[in-house]
């Protein structure tokens, strides 16, 4: 079976954009600032993806089609669509029914993910390429949340969503890594599996969103 990926995506999609027209939220008046938001952030995933496909992990010939555009399936580039949409319609839900706290040791965790950065950039070339850019990549985007005053991590709100990406990222990737859809080269990744989901990919999924939800807010003021 060749859908398996695109069945995914299609999953993904599906009950965001369902919900995105109910009235409370009506998520889709917002759709050229998400477009906006997801554009930059498909741009940056694709360079690295097509980068390191083959290398640090493979797409399965049986799951995907055999279409594929700078080295990757069409269903990737759909990824890097579906997933953002869907993180900003959760964090749009989230603006609405949390109530919003800022607390200082929220200050000192971001101060803690911008470290990750030179950490990243010193185990680069040390064999675990996709732990470094894991890391390199957490980093910027907890330093680009200061440099862009969203300041996101230091919102209670903030932390509620990436807990709700969590448990969506475990479904996912947990769905993808079984199958599966991405087959992992270890010698690029520490090996260390949550769930068969190596843990790279949280910090690869978490700055993904984070990264697409700050684009969002900025936008937003």
């Known amino acids: 079976m060749y859908f398996h990926y ?31 938001a997801l554009l930059p952030v498909l ?31 069409i269903e990737e580039w759909l990824f890097f669509l579906t997933v953002p949409y869907a993180s900003l ?3 749009e839900n989230i603006r609405l029914l949390v109530r919003d706290k800022v607390f200082l040791f929220f ?34 985007t907890a330093l680009l949340d200061r440099v862009l005053r969203t300041n996101l991590l230091l919102h209670l709100r903030t932390w509620v969503y990436l807990g709700i990406i969590t448990v969506f990222l475990l479904l996912c990737n947990g769905f993808l890594t079984a199958l599966p859809v991405v087959m992992y080269s270890t010698a690029h990744q520490l090996e260390i599996r ?28």
């Not at 299609?10 to 906006?36: C, Q």
């Open 6 to 36: 695109l069945l995914f995506n299609i999953l993904v999609l599906a009950g965001p954009l369902a919900f995105s027209f109910e009235k409370r939220i009506h998520f889709i008046s917002h759709l050229r600032r998400i477009l906006l």
């Open 43 to 73: 741009l940056l995933y694709v360079l690295w993806d097509s980068h390191v496909a083959g290398k640090h992990w493979f797409f399965s010939p049986t799951a995907t089609l055999s279409f594929r555009l700078f080295n990757l399936p």
């Open 89 to 91: 319609f959760v964090w």
């Open 107 to 140: 200050a000192l965790v971001q101060v803690i993910l911008c470290c990750a950065l030179p950490v990243g950039i010193v185990l680069f070339g040390h064999g675990k390429e996709y732990t470094s850019l894991a890391l390199i990549v957490t980093g910027l």
């Open 194 to 221: 949550i769930i068969m989901i190596p843990i790279e990919d949280f910090f690869y999924g978490h700055s993904m969103c984070l990264l697409t939800t700050m684009l969002y807010e900025k936008l937003r003021s």
